[in-house]
């Protein structure tokens, strides 16, 4: 799979990589389906993931968590 790591998944789970990454991706989006799941690899191969959620206050990000 190609990563595109300049866009992060809103639905995470229809391009899970694991089980594991759609159960963990599933619980967060039922806490807060704001947030924004960036995929990544290793150089061998092994996925792991950044979340992040921007704060917009008119129209402008404010702070990302």
């Known amino acids: 799979m190609t990563l595109d790591k300049k866009k992060p998944f809103s639905d995470f789970q229809a391009v899970a990589r694991t089980h594991a990454e759609a159960e ?11 947030i924004d799941v960036w995929p990544h690899e290793t150089a061998d191969g092994h996925p792991w993931l950044i979340v992040s959620m921007d704060f917009v206050e008119c129209g402008a990000v404010r702070d990302t968590l």
């Open 24 to 34: 963990f991706s599933g619980a967060l989006f039922r806490l807060q389906s704001e």
